[in-house]
């Protein structure tokens, strides 16, 4: 549908530009936008690289472990039909621990190896299993306490204070996912 849409918002700008007399303001701004855009990619991918490395280091140490038993009894609240000891236990960590310090980049990777290993173990895989639906509720409300990617873009657009979302954003992920867990588990409830 897109591959529809933007073409033609594309054209109609172009059209409008050349009727109206603007078409030397559409050429300074398409020169502006990549430049706006490239920059913006720059930024955005050396705080992904940091985020990246971090995680990734982690993983690699006993941190991972800890925090996965840190986050265990909101874990077998969550998602009691995964057994105790299972990888996916692990996965779904990570996959919470990158969106809490608001690593958006690095969470959906983990969250689609999480999802893998959920279908892995889905019984039926033409539906998802209640632990598919709550991972995927919890991984688009992402908690963030550290809001990594927005800071990143804010300070990349020349923001006196990039930092000043950080409230806000609790508030609303917090609300988000209260909100997202509720419904998924009386939805489970009523499909029982």
Do not use: H
């Amino acid at each position: 549908m897109l591959n529809f849409v933007w073409p033609i918002f594309i054209i109609i700008s172009f059209v409008y530009a050349i009727f109206s007399g603007n078409l030397d303001s559409l050429n300074s701004s398409i020169f502006s936008s990549t430049e706006e855009a490239v920059k913006l990619c720059l930024s955005l991918l050396g705080t992904m690289c940091l985020w990246n490395g971090i995680m990734e280091i982690a993983n690699q140490t006993s941190v991972v472990t800890k925090l996965t038993k840190l986050l265990k009894p909101l874990m077998k609240l969550l998602f009691p039909e995964i057994k105790e000891n299972s990888p996916v236990y692990q996965e779904i960590s990570m996959n919470m621990i990158a969106n809490i310090l608001g690593l958006g980049n690095a969470a959906t990777p983990l969250g689609l190896k999480a999802m893998k290993s959920l279908q892995e173990q889905n019984i039926d895989k033409t539906i998802l299993s209640n632990s598919m639906a709550t991972l995927i509720v919890i991984n688009t409300a992402s908690i963030q306490i550290i809001p990594t990617t927005v800071i990143a873009i804010r300070s990349s657009l020349g923001s006196q204070n990039p930092t000043s979302i950080i409230v806000p954003v609790w508030i609303a992920t917090i609300c988000a996912a209260i909100a997202g867990i509720t419904a998924t588990k009386l939805f489970i409830k009523m499909g029982k």
